[in-house]
């Protein structure tokens, strides 16, 4: 019964600002065209100044962690291929097909990962997790736009993607937080309890905005594709790179670090580039939607196994 109270506390509040977010937008308080400048804020400000915040007061000889941030890197890399194996077998569809493989391999790790880890292990324990986000959000925007260009015939422009990163905000946020730890500089108190503000707006808004973005038309159109992502992205990789983690050994914090990265739903930032980038934005934009319906429930289960099991 404790197992299950931990894993309710920690996913149902997350179900519930989805809900809110998509209840809000369908009673018409939240226009169509406010969703992406909201985000675009949301992106811009809160979750890099969140991601600052953590870094900072966070223990550097305890946040850095080189075998966990040397598994996620190896395990995401490990997501992507399989997850381009298994779409080249079934699909056909250039355009689905470089979709397809970012919504199999890509996470939605800052939006359901710190969340999780929060109501795991309290504030107090998310440094590895601010440290990972800095290695793991470029490799993922990486791969990314290597797959959505070349299955659309393109030019793949490596200064571009170097520059694309390094203006990443979320990248911005962590490596600023990194800088000043480094330091030794000590912010005044007013200033850090002003930080730590806006960085608790970041995550329950993006939830809430992930949830009015929810568009349940049209899904019937691409219902194998969705079956097949979203039972590799919610099921056969978690089952796969969780549990090679327990295997090896990762427990307590370091193992709640992964699974953002290996059990959350596909990346909102998926539907945005594939629309830049000129791949299926509608399918795209559905397996956002699906997944993250659905990864409450799955994530439940997950954590409510690995707690069982004594993994953290």
């Not at 795209?284 to 004594?310: E, H, K, P």
Request: proline fraction near 4%; aromatic fraction near 10%; hydrophobic fraction near 55%.
């Amino acid at each position: 019964m404790n197992h299950f109270l931990v894993c309710v506390n920690a996913v149902v509040p997350m179900f519930l600002i989805l809900a809110t977010g998509y209840l809000v937008r369908r009673t018409g308080m939240l226009r169509d065209e406010d969703l992406p400048r909201m985000n675009n804020v949301a992106f811009r400000v809160f979750l890099p100044v969140m991601l600052f915040y953590h870094v900072y007061c966070s223990d550097l000889s305890s946040a850095v962690r080189p075998a966990l941030m040397a598994y996620a890197v190896l395990g995401i890399l490990g997501a992507y291929l399989l997850g381009l194996g298994f779409v080249l077998l079934v699909e056909k569809s250039p355009d689905k097909r470089g979709v397809m493989i970012q919504g199999i391999y890509r996470c939605n790790y800052v939006i359901m990962g710190v969340p999780v880890a929060t109501a795991l292990l309290g504030k107090g324990n998310l440094g590895p997790i601010a440290i990972l986000i800095a290695v793991v959000v470029p490799e993922l925007n990486v791969l990314a736009v290597i797959t959505l260009t070349v299955f659309r015939g393109g030019k793949l422009h490596p200064g571009r993607m170097v520059l694309d990163i390094l203006k990443n905000p979320l990248i911005i946020g962590s490596c600023l937080g990194l800088l000043v730890l480094l330091s030794g500089l000590r912010l005044p108190q007013f200033l850090v309890t002003a930080v730590e503000y806006m960085g608790d707006v970041a995550t329950p808004l993006q939830l809430f905005l992930l949830g009015a973005f929810f568009r349940f038309d049209g899904l019937r159109r691409y219902k194998r594709e969705l079956l097949y992502v979203t039972a590799w992205r919610l099921v056969i990789i978690p089952a796969v790179f969780l549990g090679l983690a327990a295997l090896l050994g990762f427990r307590g914090v370091e193992f709640v670090s992964l699974i953002g990265a290996f059990a959350s739903a596909n990346a909102i930032s998926s539907f945005t580039m594939t629309q830049q980038m000129g791949g299926d934005a509608e399918l795209a934009g559905d397996i956002v939607v699906v997944t993250s319906a659905l990864v409450c429930f799955t994530m439940f289960l997950w954590i409510l196994l690995f707690q069982w099991l004594g993994v953290f």
